[in-house]
């Protein structure tokens, strides 16, 4: 896990550098602290969307550049307008390119939930999510324990987002804390950042029934899709497969369009 490793010890001394330049009182001034949150899981079980969690991810580690000067203002609009249920928005710089000002600019012109995804390691940065507009936040459970996944949970829930908690194996599922509000698998193996969707079919059958199931990464095709639906999958993080068109937004209204006629038929 040497990738997750050099972000975490970088996330350390980022988080210890924004303290300093933004300071909790000041995050609190916000115009987004106080506002209603828009939940993410009651949108990926709603009947008449498709649980698309289509993603603005401008570069990543395993895939270098992606879409370096990607328009977040257009691509975020176009992608709820093609029908996704939700928003994920890379706000990690140095690894992925990304900013708080990208999440923020999101919000700015939608009204749907959005996932805040970056590598949360202190309670700092769930007081920044609500700050810049986020209604869920991202928890990795590779680099939290189940104390740490406990807190930080219960602190999103006071502030009025919800929790996508994130596995890659069956040997995280004692990290599950009953009040996060969806878990996520990663098809990506961290050790060798291969992807292999089956981890989702896997870690299906070890997960309570109940719990709202999202998979990430490596959904490139809408047979993966129904697929995993068979097995339970509510959610479909998208951001590499959307992101790699000059115009991800109409690539994402391609994907749903036939995702809705395949669903009908």
Request: aromatic share 6%; net charge positive.
């Amino acid at each position: 896990m040497k990738t997750l490793t050099n972000i975490v010890e970088h996330k350390i001394i980022e988080v210890k550098e924004r303290k300093a330049l933004y300071p909790q009182p000041l995050l609190e001034r916000s115009i987004y602290f106080k506002a209603q949150s828009v939940s993410l899981s009651k949108y990926l079980l709603r009947p008449d969307k498709n649980g698309i969690i289509a993603e603005i991810k401008k570069q990543s580690p395993s895939l270098g550049i992606i879409n370096k000067y990607a328009n977040v203002e257009k691509i975020s609009i176009g992608y709820m307008q093609a029908g996704a249920s939700a928003l994920s928005i890379l706000t990690d710089k140095t690894f992925f390119g990304g900013s708080s000002e990208d999440l923020t600019t999101a919000r700015k012109f939608n009204f749907c939930p959005i996932l805040r995804k970056d590598f949360i390691i202190d309670e700092y940065q769930i007081t920044e999510a609500k700050s810049i507009g986020a209604d869920a936040i991202l928890l990795i459970a590779a680099i939290l324990t189940q104390a740490k996944i406990v807190q930080f949970t219960d602190m999103a829930h006071s502030l009025g987002m919800e929790v996508l908690l994130e596995l890659h194996g069956p040997e995280e599922l004692d990290k599950v804390y009953d009040r996060v509000n969806v878990v996520g698998v990663n098809n990506r193996n961290l050790n060798t950042m291969k992807l292999d969707i089956n981890q989702s079919i896997i870690m299906s059958t070890l997960l309570p029934k109940h719990i709202v199931k999202v998979s990430e990464s490596g959904i490139e095709d809408i047979d993966t899709i129904i697929k995993l639906k068979s097995h339970g999958y509510n959610g479909f993080l998208i951001g590499s497969n959307f992101m790699k068109h000059p115009q991800p937004d109409l690539a994402c209204k391609a994907f749903i369009k036939q995702l809705n006629l395949q669903s009908v038929n």
